[in-house]
């Protein structure tokens, strides 16, 4: 499938990147090469933004098209046919979409990393907090 086709939190991997050399050397200086694992974090109507490694890349919707990934965990996603258009316009167009498992899954994904955020947030307040009254101490010294 093309990389436009990929649903948010998606993991792919790259089977091809079909376009001329100076694109594709652009691509693979970004890390998008033939075998690289990455995940689809936006794909609506503007750029497609992944996760490459550490890193976030917006491709455009052009090169995006011309990559061919393909999915590791199809598991979580299904295709689902609708029709668009009207009268002698109208045609079936396949979508994909998570699965109701998969929403749960990524639901207690969210919530997980929340409280793993509420906590470092915690954490970082009560260090300021202690190293105030540190320089508080030092002072009055």
Request: charged share 40%.
């Amino acid at each position: 499938m093309k990389l436009t086709q990929a649903c948010q939190r998606e993991d792919l991997e790259i089977v091809s990147v079909d376009t001329d050399y100076r694109h594709k050397r652009h691509l693979e200086n970004l890390s998008i090469l033939k075998g690289e694992v990455v995940t689809c974090l936006c794909n609506r109507t503007g750029d497609v933004v992944i996760k490459v490694k550490d890193g976030r890349i917006a491709i455009n919707r052009e090169f995006a098209e011309k990559i061919e990934v393909e999915s590791l965990n199809p598991q979580y996603f299904h295709v689902v046919e609708k029709n668009v258009g009207f009268g002698k316009g109208r045609h079936k167009v396949e979508i994909r979409k998570p699965t109701p498992e998969a929403v749960e899954i990524f639901r207690k994904e969210d919530a997980e990393m929340a409280k793993q955020e509420q906590e470092a947030k915690e954490k970082l307040k009560s260090l300021r907090e202690e190293k105030k009254r540190d320089l508080g101490r030092k002072d009055h010294d």
